[in-house]
């Protein structure tokens, strides 16, 4: 084979990033500038199949570089994925892989409107943590008066005592923009949480050029409605402002549609607690060793933690919460 003919084959394809998209149509990000709407060759990906959608923002495709239009072009393959972040779609009953390729889960929450929910928070960190990514609590809406409620700022500190980054944030007032700005810089993250938490506010204060539409709460329900359709990467421009006036910064956020009920994804109630980050230093330290059930047993390392104060009695119940509503089938908000 000639080195010609070697450089033909090469040049037939070119690599692509995925911005947003739907199961068969997606929006993206070419290698040589463009972006356009492509279709998966074939309608199959092998590397996708048994998801919901095929693809999500953040993952890379490689295309077929002799069907590419100015506009069009067709998917031939994903590249492997770093990792990708999954909930179970109960209504579709399939696995919804919400981004891809991700550096932070940026899970949002808030003291209220809409209510807090602890238990999302715990799910959707237990599903960080399977998929290896690293998740960060953005609590937005801080200034409000039921941000110093006692019980909410307890749960706060049981997340930063078990490890994990919070940020204390406000889309109004501007509290905590500078910190969060300065994690994502140079990053691929996504938003994650329910309708109305504030989600498309954040980016909005986050880069002052891009305009993301944003929803009021539904008044009878105290729920968010839904204002991100579909999931969508968007490159920030980081106001100069947030970062120390450096002009130039960028960050990559995904922002996801909002999630009512978020349902955990191929993790047992079994192996729940490998998820729990505090719980992981006493798995297989009990009588029963890794037959423990960590609810009743004599000489369980999880409850005599507990009864210690190493682990929160919150994160304990929380835990032993999901777990009952992953053996019964009934979830709840």
Request: hydrophobic share 35%.
């Amino acid at each position: 084979m000639t080195h010609e003919s070697i450089y033909f084959r090469i040049q037939q394809y070119m690599n692509g990033l995925i911005l947003s998209g739907s199961k068969n149509v997606f929006e993206v990000e070419c290698d040589d500038g463009y972006i356009r709407d492509c279709a998966i060759k074939g309608k199959i990906l092998k590397a996708s199949e048994g998801y919901y959608n095929p693809l999500a923002p953040g993952d890379i495709v490689t295309l077929d570089d002799s069907t590419l239009e100015d506009d069009k072009g067709m998917i031939t393959d994903l590249v492997p994925r770093k990792n990708r972040f999954v909930r179970w779609n109960i209504k579709k009953k399939e696995p919804q892989i919400l981004a891809a390729n991700l550096d932070y889960l940026l899970i949002v929450t808030t003291p209220d409107n809409p209510p807090f929910r602890p238990r999302f928070v715990d799910r959707a960190i237990a599903q960080a943590e399977y998929e290896g990514i690293t998740p960060v609590i953005v609590c937005n809406k801080y200034d409000i008066n039921a941000a110093r409620e006692e019980e909410f700022q307890d749960r706060l500190e049981v997340w930063e005592n078990a490890g994990y980054k919070v940020i204390r944030s406000s889309a109004r007032t501007g509290e905590g923009m500078e910190e969060l700005a300065n994690l994502i810089e140079n990053h691929l993250s996504a938003f994650v949480g329910q309708s109305g938490v504030g989600k498309s506010s954040i980016i909005n204060v986050l880069d002052n050029t891009v305009v993301l539409k944003t929803g009021s709460l539904s008044q009878k329900y105290g729920k968010g409605c839904h204002t991100t359709t579909k999931g969508t990467l968007i490159h920030l421009q980081i106001d100069e402002a947030l970062v120390g006036g450096i002009k130039g910064t960028t960050a990559n956020i995904i922002d996801t549609p909002g999630v009512r009920r978020f349902l955990l994804n191929d993790i047992s109630p079994e192996n729940l607690a490998l998820y729990f980050r505090e719980f992981v230093p006493f798995i297989g330290k009990c009588n029963y060793g890794m037959s423990c059930s960590h609810t009743h047993e004599k000489g369980c390392a999880i409850i005599q933690a507990v009864e210690e104060g190493k682990i929160s009695p919150l994160r304990y119940d929380s835990w032993m919460r999901i777990c009952e509503e992953m053996k019964s089938g009934s979830f709840e908000d």
